[in-house]
Each structure stands twice: as structure tokens, then as C-alpha cells.
């Protein structure tokens, strides 16, 4: 027997589905708030049932009763009565359903083969752009995940809540929080002053965290990540375009046992570190953290790659560092215009995931011996414009490899911008040996 291909198939529908949906609106044009939570007129596979439901909504944007007399008139007004079927098959609309109450079952069953049509359509745009070898792979790529994203958005449909189930809602959230002690609303980074100024991360933020070289910025945010995935046991998607992930995984064990990172990377310990060593690896195996180490990444790939570990490993925070060896799609364009539109990516790509989405920065010469400001950011100003938090990290000098090095170095975490919030300084604790920053107290060794 011969296999169908698919041009010969008829494409996906349920033409009783649609039918129900439309009867149930005639029996109950109350429903019609529910059906458009799901479904537009171009979801309905049959044209005769497009137009109808065009009607449906003429007649409800008008603020006219919606029942076969009236529908049909307006068909009839419109001159589209015929080509829906006429008044005969818009009368046995109503006979395709004995009651509204399944209307929502109904129309998810229509928007289902919708969706299955529109994956079909995508899938043929996809291939045919794949023939087209004027076009890059990566650009391929990205626009082929963008358009798969949309369909799968279609299923998300929005609804508004009475107070009464807000409150009940609100309270529950509420009482979550006090028997698990969560004090903050996004996700805590460890440091309390910081996280008491946030509420923590919020989803869908973009925030920047900037500093000259040197001062800090990459084991602030190791430090951070690590709070998360190994205290929390929050999944942490980290990606690190100037060091390898062996390099950052051995400054991460070197913060989480507290060894010499010196030592660590010379292999100069002693058998006492060895079991500090051990405990702490088992700590980190077990975490939720997931490293990529592509040097100087493509923007497209970057953005491909954060939504392989949302979808399967399901990352609540991203780390990026740093933005200044991301590659924009775009090379022959000025410098600051590839920052604004790797800048732009990102605050889109924390909206699309829905996670605060943190990437470093360096800023300008201008503010070596000073504290950064907004102006001070390298090479674009659409880094504050996009950036929902922008953060620096400023302290005096000092030469690492100095036996009189202080044990802690008192460094400045600066708020500087917060759209949701206030800014401020908080201080933190620098400890060189291990290269890692802990929350600024008279114990901090």
C-alpha cells in the first residue's frame, strides 16, 4: 500500500468542535468571554465557520443580542450570508450542541488543530528557508525557535480574577511564606542587604552588573550562582565567554571549601584540604548548575542555548559574562549599535523566559579611582535604558599577589538604578584568597 504524502492529506480540524462552538455561542452569548480566550476567526478551518464567528463578533462589538435572527441579518447585511452557508445550515448550528456548558472543552479542542495546522505551516517555511543558502544556519536557527515559541504561546490564553479569588490566592501566598520563611518575592542571591533593597531577582528582569577589570565582577556572580544552586537548590543557567568551565568551576570549589584558589590551582595542599575538598564537590555535584563556556558566542546561539536549559533543565536565573565578548549577528555596524542590539536580545530574552536574566559589563576608563555611574558604561547607553537593575561594584586597589593583602576587602555593591525600587549602597566582603565575596559582617574572616 502506498503512503500518503502530505500534500495529500487533508490538514488537521474537527468540524463538529467547530460547529459546537458556534451553537453554544447562539445559545449563550455570555460564552463568547470564554471562546476568546482561545480562539480568533482565522482558527477555524472551515470558511463558512470564519465568517460566522466574524459576525459573532460584529454583533457583540456592537452591543446587539447574538442569536440566529440577528446573526443571520448581519450576514445578510454584510453579504456574506450565502458563502456561510445560508440561513438553512446557520440554523442548525444550535442543533450541533444541546447546551453551552462545554464551550471551553469545545474551543480547545478547535484552537488544538489550529495549532497542529500552524506547526505544519511553520514546518514548510522552515524547510524552504533551509533550502535558501543566501541565508546563514544560524539565522535559520533562531528564526525556526522563534516561530515554534509563538505557537506554543497561543496555547497561553489571559483571563481577569474577581478580588475574591485574588485574595484567596494572595493569602495562600502569604501563609506559603511564612511556613517556609521566603522573605523575598524574586530569587535571593545570598547577600541579605542586597536582597532586602530587591526582594531578590525578578523574573523577566535584565539586570547589569559593571566594574573596571579586576575588581570583581565574575566571583560576584559566581558567588551568587553558586548561593543559588548549592544553598537553594534553585537550577542556575551560568554562561562564561572568557574563562573555561574548568577555570570557573575551580574558583567555585575553591569558594565553597575554602582552600587558597592559589593553592588549588598549583595542587599545593594539605591532606587536611583534601577532606574540605571532598565535601565540598559533593555540595556542587548535586547542585542545579549548568555551564556553558562557548568563547565569544553568537547572540543567536546564546539566545538558542538559554532556551534549551529553561526547557529542560528548567533554569530559574541566568548568568551571562560578560556582554562584551557576545558576537552580534550584525559585524560590519558600529560597536555601540552591536551592543544595543545584543542589549535589547537580552531584556527580550528574560521577558520571553520569564527569569531575571543578569549579564556583566565593563565600564569606561573614566571611572578608574571613582564610583561608576550610568555614564560610565562601555559602549552604549541602551545598557540603561534596557537594564530594569543596573549594579556596580567599586573599592579601592590593591595587588593580589601582596602578602599584606587584607584577609577581606570592604567593596561597594552599588544600586544604581532599579526601576521597581530604590537604589542604594550596600556593602559587601571581598575575600581574595578564595575569590568570593560574602555578606560584609564583624565575623567575616
Not at 228 to 239: E, L, T, Y
Not at 324 to 335: M, Q, S, T, Y
Request: hydrophobic residues 40%; proline residues 4%; negative net charge.
Amino acid at each position: 500500500m502506498t503512503t500518503m504524502s502530505l500534500k495529500d492529506r487533508i490538514p488537521p480540524h474537527n468540524d463538529e468542535a467547530e460547529r459546537a462552538t458556534l451553537g453554544a455561542l447562539l445559545l449563550d452569548s455570555e460564552s463568547l468571554a470564554t471562546v476568546l480566550r482561545y480562539l480568533r476567526a482565522e482558527d477555524f478551518y472551515k470558511n463558512a465557520h470564519k465568517k460566522v464567528f466574524q459576525a459573532i463578533i460584529g454583533l457583540f462589538n456592537k452591543g446587539e443580542a447574538i442569536d440566529l435572527i440577528t446573526l443571520t441579518d448581519e450576514l445578510k447585511t454584510s453579504g456574506e450570508l450565502e458563502s456561510s452557508g445560508g440561513a438553512g445550515y446557520i440554523s442548525t448550528l444550535t442543533s450541533s450542541v444541546p447546551t453551552s456548558a462545554n464551550v471551553e472543552y469545545y474551543a480547545r479542542i478547535v484552537q488544538g488543530a489550529s495549532i497542529r495546522r500552524t506547526l505544519l505551516k511553520v514546518a514548510s517555511e522552515i524547510i524552504a528557508e533551509a533550502y535558501e543558502e543566501t541565508q546563514d544556519s544560524r539565522t535559520i536557527i533562531e528564526e525556526a525557535e522563534r516561530k515554534i515559541f509563538d505557537v506554543t504561546d497561543r496555547q497561553q490564553g489571559g483571563s481577569y480574577l474577581g478580588a475574591n479569588e485574588i485574595i484567596v490566592k494572595t493569602i495562600e501566598a502569604i501563609e506559603k511564606l511564612y511556613h517556609t520563611k521566603e522573605n523575598y518575592t524574586g530569587v535571593p542571591t545570598g547577600f541579605s542587604d542586597l536582597d532586602n533593597l530587591t526582594s531578590g531577582f525578578q523574573n523577566s528582569e535584565f539586570i547589569v552588573l559593571g566594574s573596571r577589570p579586576s575588581i570583581g565582577k565574575t566571583a560576584l556572580a559566581l558567588t551568587m550562582a553558586s548561593n543559588i544552586a548549592i544553598r537553594q537548590k534553585r537550577s542556575v543557567g551560568f554562561f562564561t565567554l572568557e574563562m573555561s568551565s574548568k577555570a570557573l568551576m575551580q574558583r567555585i570549589v575553591a569558594a565553597e571549601a575554602r582552600i587558597d584558589s592559589a593553592k588549588l590551582r598549583t595542587g599545593l595542599l594539605r591532606p587536611a584540604d583534601f577532606h574540605s575538598l571532598q565535601e565540598a564537590a559533593g555540595r556542587i555535584y548535586e547542585a542545579p548548575l549548568f555551564i556553558d563556556d562557548t568563547p565569544n558566542i553568537k547572540l543567536l546561539d546564546l539566545r538558542a542555548q538559554a532556551r534549551r536549559m529553561k526547557s529542560q533543565k528548567d533554569i530559574e536565573i541566568l548568568f551571562i559574562d560578560y556582554i562584551g565578548l557576545v558576537e552580534a549577528e550584525k559585524r560590519d555596524i558600529p560597536r555601540h549599535e552591536q551592543v544595543a542590539e545584543i542589549s535589547r536580545s537580552l531584556k527580550s530574552l528574560a521577558r520571553e523566559l520569564d527569569i531575571p536574566v543578569l549579564a556583566l559589563s565593563q565600564v569606561g576608563r573614566q571611572s578608574e579611582g571613582k564610583a561608576p555611574s550610568l555614564a560610565d558604561l562601555r559602549e552604549s547607553g541602551s545598557l540603561e535604558q534596557d537594564a530594569d537593575v543596573v549594579m556596580f561594584l567599586h573599592r579601592e586597589r590593591f595587588e593580589r599577589d601582596n602578602r599584606e593583602s587584607p584577609n577581606n576587602v570592604e567593596t561597594e555593591l552599588i544600586v544604581a538604578k532599579q526601576r521597581n525600587g530604590p537604589v542604594d549602597t550596600v556593602r559587601v566582603a571581598f575575600i581574595p584568597r578564595y575569590t568570593k565575596f560574602e555578606p560584609l559582617t564583624n565575623e567575616t574572616p
